[in-house]
């Protein structure tokens, strides 16, 4: 669902009111991996050892269950992929031009692109669209971690996880394990950090997601621990300030509990949760007219683990609830003309549209891992999750009038195994997925493989391939016009729709270098089948046509599927923030194109085909850090008009060119610790085209936004 442009203003101001695949090898600084490393299990819980002194490190026997982790001290050693980073706390909270969200802490890495608007923080990775990303928190999967969210999309104004309470992420965007959800551009797991179970700490901060609080500590001894994190944001203060705009609330709470019945069982509790209003009531003072827009919009999600680690297996069972809510709304009063027969210059006051869109979840995993030698791993899973999807909408104007309200089940059921064999220099990853969903009565069997060589002082390479399947992120956008009979008392005929599919491989080359240096390059392919036939290039126009079914007049999609491709070369050298200088450098260059209904090709919306970021940084004495951050791409394509095929996204915006600095101070005491830091985006005012929309039928550049500095404080006690 598109969101006006009475709306969107409310990001930037709210903002600115805030000022003020897979291979064996040595453990490298970003620890690239296709299954998870063993963060928690004892090293003696398996034979052969039997001596915690004398236990070896061996790869296959210390792997950690997919998406899921144990106690104690990990092996050192990991399966690795070029196509998986791992960032660390430090980089997470030390990079400029982020202001702590993670997805733009994401965009940093090379083939991931951002619209560029403090407004939206989507990520669009290696030319797919942001629909094609999954989160994962703790074992959990969410569809969205932000603030001001679309179903459509990934991204929203900031995200409403804590970055401060992030221990790591791991950034899959190619040779995504076969025990990863299915999705196709990439996975971002994220782990949390436990809380202490020495003593009872707390802290309060104040920031851009505004006032909050953190406390943790233990109980039952040194057996169990919780974590609890509670931010809240209102505006309302601001409201003899604006004068034209949005008053927006929101807020977010997450809790975490860990309990140890025994060094082999963990049990885990995570929920989390945010809620989002805004109100929009622009005035102008030549038009009496006004239009009022409000949107309210709630997630949650609770999750249940139980693991545990046996001698010669491992095994996860987790079940979890998740719930996401919009609902909106938009009145209009003033004087009308002449339309559909009214009179002119009636007085009129009117709900134009209203609905809302609410969707719950229950999902439950089954993980288990057997180690056969110390070469050789079996990894299997099941899953099963039923969702109740609920849409409503209704429109209001002068000359149309439509309502549709409708209640739908989805059920998607799957399962994958995935074998790991390693002998020598030489590792070799197998994997094979199979999801079934009934909501469009369909299903996708997906072949992963992975092979890298790893000779000694000379690096790894590495080369991986593979089918990936999802649910059409175009269900999300149109649901009710496939649930409902929206277009002219016409609905959409489901068993039309397909799962989206992308085949693709990668070749890639990692080294380390010095003690937590890295040098890393990776050229990809990607071609997509299943895409849904267009018109024009907006989504909104389907290549569709009425025919009768079963007595009915049912909208048909016209054959044969639409397609796309993708394909670039991705460079990095990075040093990590935990020495006294750091730097990232990284470079991407791809093309990215699509087929519409004519069988020609075209650039796509987000066909970024050069791309470059430098963040440099150093220590101050103790307790201090500066970073920079420069970033400069090649301007996205536009089109002028949605009739001429000719004109399809053929010219281009200017060079986007941007740089950030960021300033901050840290010291921790043994009672107390203070932490602060100030942040200027966009510190040379550019405000350059950096991506069109297209909005009720007509197309909208939108610019970068000028300066914005930002602040934070954390006391912790």
């Given at each position: 669902?598109?969101?006006?442009?009475?709306?969107?203003?409310?990001?930037?101001?709210?903002?600115?009111?805030?000022?003020?695949?897979?291979?064996?090898?040595?453990?490298?600084?970003?620890?690239?991996?296709?299954?998870?490393?063993?963060?928690?299990?004892?090293?003696?819980?398996?034979?052969?050892?039997?001596?915690?002194?004398?236990?070896?490190?061996?790869?296959?026997?210390?792997?950690?269950?997919?998406?899921?982790?144990?106690?104690?001290?990990?092996?050192?050693?990991?399966?690795?992929?070029?196509?998986?980073?791992?960032?660390?706390?430090?980089?997470?909270?030390?990079?400029?031009?982020?202001?702590?969200?993670?997805?733009?802490?994401?965009?940093?890495?090379?083939?991931?692109?951002?619209?560029?608007?403090?407004?939206?923080?989507?990520?669009?990775?290696?030319?797919?669209?942001?629909?094609?990303?999954?989160?994962?928190?703790?074992?959990?999967?969410?569809?969205?971690?932000?603030?001001?969210?679309?179903?459509?999309?990934?991204?929203?104004?900031?995200?409403?996880?804590?970055?401060?309470?992030?221990?790591?992420?791991?950034?899959?965007?190619?040779?995504?394990?076969?025990?990863?959800?299915?999705?196709?551009?990439?996975?971002?797991?994220?782990?949390?950090?436990?809380?202490?179970?020495?003593?009872?700490?707390?802290?309060?901060?104040?920031?851009?997601?505004?006032?909050?609080?953190?406390?943790?500590?233990?109980?039952?001894?040194?057996?169990?621990?919780?974590?609890?994190?509670?931010?809240?944001?209102?505006?309302?203060?601001?409201?003899?300030?604006?004068?034209?705009?949005?008053?927006?609330?929101?807020?977010?709470?997450?809790?975490?509990?860990?309990?140890?019945?025994?060094?082999?069982?963990?049990?885990?509790?995570?929920?989390v949760a945010s809620y989002d209003f805004f109100r929009s009531i622009p005035t102008w003072e030549s038009d009496p007219d006004s239009k009022v827009y409000q949107k309210e919009l709630s997630q949650g999600a609770l999750g249940l683990s139980s693991k545990f680690t046996g001698n010669l297996f491992q095994n996860a069972l987790s079940l979890s609830f998740t719930s996401i809510h919009d609902e909106y709304f938009e009145d209009y009063t003033g004087f009308i003309d002449t339309i559909g027969g009214n009179i002119p210059g009636q007085f009129l006051s009117t709900r134009i549209f209203s609905g809302e869109n609410r969707r719950a979840t229950v999902d439950l995993h089954e993980d288990i891992s057997f180690f056969f030698g110390p070469r050789l791993r079996l990894d299997m899973g099941c899953l099963g999750r039923f969702t109740r999807y609920h849409v409503r909408h209704q429109e209001n104007?002068?000359?149309?009038?439509?309502?549709?309200?409708?209640?739908?089940?989805?059920?998607?059921?799957?399962?994958?195994?995935?074998?790991?064999?390693?002998?020598?220099?030489?590792?070799?990853?197998?994997?094979?997925?199979?999801?079934?969903?009934?909501?469009?009565?369909?299903?996708?069997?997906?072949?992963?493989?992975?092979?890298?060589?790893?000779?000694?002082?000379?690096?790894?390479?590495?080369?991986?391939?593979?089918?990936?399947?999802?649910?059409?992120?175009?269900?999300?956008?149109?649901?009710?016009?496939?649930?409902?009979?929206?277009?002219?008392?016409?609905?959409?005929?489901?068993?039309?729709?397909?799962?989206?599919?992308?085949?693709?491989?990668?070749?890639?080359?990692?080294?380390?270098?010095?003690?937590?240096?890295?040098?890393?390059?990776?050229?990809?392919?990607?071609?997509?089948?299943?895409?849904?036939?267009?018109?024009?290039?907006?989504?909104?126009?389907?290549?569709?046509?009425?025919?009768?079914?079963?007595?009915?007049?049912?909208?048909?999609?016209?054959?044969?599927?639409?397609?796309?491709?993708?394909?670039?070369?991705?460079?990095?050298?990075?040093?990590?923030?935990?020495?006294?200088?750091?730097?990232?450098?990284?470079?991407?260059?791809?093309?990215?194109?699509?087929?519409?209904?004519?069988?020609?090709?075209?650039?796509?919306?987000?066909?970024?085909?050069?791309?470059?970021?430098?963040?440099?940084?150093?220590?101050?004495?103790?307790?201090?850090?500066?970073?920079?951050?420069?970033?400069?791409?090649?301007?996205?394509?536009?089109?002028?008009?949605?009739?001429?095929?000719?004109?399809?996204?053929?010219?281009?915006?200017?060079?986007?060119?941007?740089?950030?600095?960021?300033?901050?101070?840290?010291?921790?005491?043994?009672?107390?610790?203070?932490?602060?830091?100030?942040?200027?985006?966009?510190?040379?005012?550019?405000?350059?085209?950096?991506?069109?929309?297209?909005?009720?039928?007509?197309?909208?550049?939108?610019?970068?936004?000028?300066?914005?500095?930002?602040?934070?404080?954390?006391?912790?006690?």
């Amino acid at each position: 669902m598109l969101i006006s442009p009475a709306a969107k203003r409310f990001f930037s101001l709210f903002l600115i009111s805030l000022s003020g695949a897979f291979a064996g090898v040595p453990e490298t600084p970003d620890t690239l991996q296709s299954v998870q490393p063993s963060e928690t299990r004892s090293p003696c819980t398996m034979p052969p050892c039997a001596d915690s002194a004398r236990c070896p490190s061996n790869d296959l026997f210390t792997r950690e269950l997919p998406r899921t982790e144990v106690r104690a001290k990990p092996y050192d050693a990991t399966v690795k992929s070029a196509s998986m980073t791992r960032m660390d706390h430090d980089q997470i909270m030390n990079t400029a031009g982020t202001a702590n969200d993670l997805n733009r802490v994401l965009a940093i890495n090379p083939g991931v692109t951002t619209n560029g608007t403090i407004e939206d923080n989507a990520i669009v990775v290696r030319g797919g669209s942001s629909a094609e990303n999954a989160y994962i928190i703790d074992g959990m999967e969410l569809e969205n971690i932000n603030h001001f969210f679309t179903f459509e999309r990934t991204g929203g104004a900031i995200g409403f996880i804590n970055a401060d309470l992030v221990e790591k992420l791991d950034f899959y965007t190619g040779g995504i394990p076969a025990s990863m959800p299915p999705k196709i551009s990439s996975v971002i797991d994220i782990k949390l950090r436990d809380g202490s179970t020495e003593t009872r700490r707390g802290q309060c901060d104040l920031n851009i997601s505004g006032l909050g609080a953190v406390l943790e500590g233990g109980f039952f001894g040194v057996k169990g621990s919780y974590l609890a994190n509670f931010r809240w944001n209102d505006m309302r203060f601001l409201k003899r300030f604006i004068t034209e705009g949005d008053i927006p609330r929101f807020g977010d709470g997450l809790v975490k509990l860990v309990f140890h019945p025994s060094d082999r069982h963990v049990l885990e509790a995570l929920g989390v949760a945010s809620y989002d209003f805004f109100r929009s009531i622009p005035t102008w003072e030549s038009d009496p007219d006004s239009k009022v827009y409000q949107k309210e919009l709630s997630q949650g999600a609770l999750g249940l683990s139980s693991k545990f680690t046996g001698n010669l297996f491992q095994n996860a069972l987790s079940l979890s609830f998740t719930s996401i809510h919009d609902e909106y709304f938009e009145d209009y009063t003033g004087f009308i003309d002449t339309i559909g027969g009214n009179i002119p210059g009636q007085f009129l006051s009117t709900r134009i549209f209203s609905g809302e869109n609410r969707r719950a979840t229950v999902d439950l995993h089954e993980d288990i891992s057997f180690f056969f030698g110390p070469r050789l791993r079996l990894d299997m899973g099941c899953l099963g999750r039923f969702t109740r999807y609920h849409v409503r909408h209704q429109e209001n104007y002068f000359y149309w009038n439509s309502f549709g309200d409708s209640t739908v089940d989805g059920i998607q059921t799957g399962g994958y195994a995935q074998g790991t064999l390693k002998t020598g220099y030489v590792t070799v990853i197998a994997g094979l997925r199979g999801d079934y969903y009934s909501l469009i009565t369909d299903y996708g069997v997906a072949p992963k493989i992975g092979i890298a060589v790893a000779p000694p002082d000379c690096g790894t390479f590495s080369i991986n391939g593979g089918i990936s399947y999802q649910l059409p992120p175009w269900i999300d956008q149109r649901l009710w016009y496939f649930l409902t009979p929206y277009h002219g008392g016409v609905a959409f005929h489901m068993e039309d729709f397909t799962l989206q599919r992308c085949w693709q491989g990668g070749i890639g080359y990692e080294k380390p270098f010095r003690q937590s240096g890295l040098v890393k390059t990776e050229a990809y392919i990607k071609w997509y089948d299943r895409e849904y036939p267009y018109w024009y290039p907006e989504q909104a126009h389907f290549a569709d046509s009425i025919q009768e079914i079963d007595g009915k007049e049912q909208w048909r999609l016209i054959s044969p599927h639409g397609k796309k491709r993708a394909f670039g070369l991705e460079v990095s050298l990075k040093q990590k923030p935990s020495d006294r200088f750091f730097y990232n450098m990284s470079a991407s260059f791809a093309s990215v194109r699509d087929q519409y209904i004519n069988g020609l090709w075209y650039n796509d919306k987000n066909d970024v085909q050069a791309a470059s970021t430098l963040i440099l940084g150093s220590s101050i004495g103790k307790y201090q850090r500066i970073s920079v951050r420069f970033s400069a791409s090649q301007g996205r394509p536009y089109t002028t008009s949605s009739f001429d095929s000719t004109e399809y996204y053929t010219k281009r915006f200017d060079p986007v060119y941007s740089v950030n600095v960021r300033y901050g101070i840290d010291y921790q005491g043994k009672r107390m610790g203070f932490s602060a830091y100030l942040e200027a985006l966009n510190v040379l005012n550019q405000t350059s085209f950096v991506y069109q929309e297209y909005y009720q039928g007509e197309y909208m550049n939108r610019r970068m936004n000028g300066i914005l500095p930002l602040a934070g404080v954390t006391v912790s006690f």
